[in-house]
């Protein structure tokens, strides 16, 4: 399949995550040794050989939640674009909503089209945050 647009890319990369659709998610990602991928609270993967097994391990049970995913900042370049994207993964045996999760998804434009080159999500108590000033007393930034 070719991603035309990175919003492509982006639309099929969270399909693929809610119908646990390993094909999709193959698809949607580079496959070679410079792709990376970081799941909540997992240890970094690198390379397409460590990258989809584990895509493979967490779709075993096959569909288990639906997904909202909401784009909260992004830089574009001409091949290349980064997303800060809100997502809500909500168990379906859970009508009560998911926990937040950030996560930074990066494409990259190839001859193929565009494709996933790296996804590093965590999961998040802060929901929204206008500025430094809002973090609770006693945080600190790094």
Not at 42 to 65: E, I, Y
Not at 71 to 87: F, K, N
Request: charged share 15%.
């Amino acid at each position: 399949m070719t991603f035309k647009t990175v919003l492509e890319a982006h639309a099929a990369f969270y399909q693929a995550l809610e119908l646990a659709d390993l094909q999709l998610m193959t698809e949607v990602w580079q496959q070679d040794e410079n792709i990376s991928c970081i799941h909540p609270l997992w240890a970094p993967l690198f390379g397409s050989d460590k990258v989809m097994p584990s895509w493979k391990q967490l779709f075993t049970s096959g569909r288990s939640m639906s997904v909202e995913a909401e784009i909260l900042a992004h830089q574009t370049g001409d091949e290349l674009c980064i997303h800060l994207v809100r997502e809500i993964l909500t168990p379906l045996s859970d009508n009560k909503g998911g926990q937040p999760i950030l996560a930074t998804n990066s494409y990259q434009l190839f001859d193929s089209g565009w494709k996933m080159v790296l996804h590093h999500a965590s999961p998040t108590a802060v929901v929204e945050q206008k500025s430094a000033t809002d973090l609770p007393p006693g945080n600190q930034l790094h």
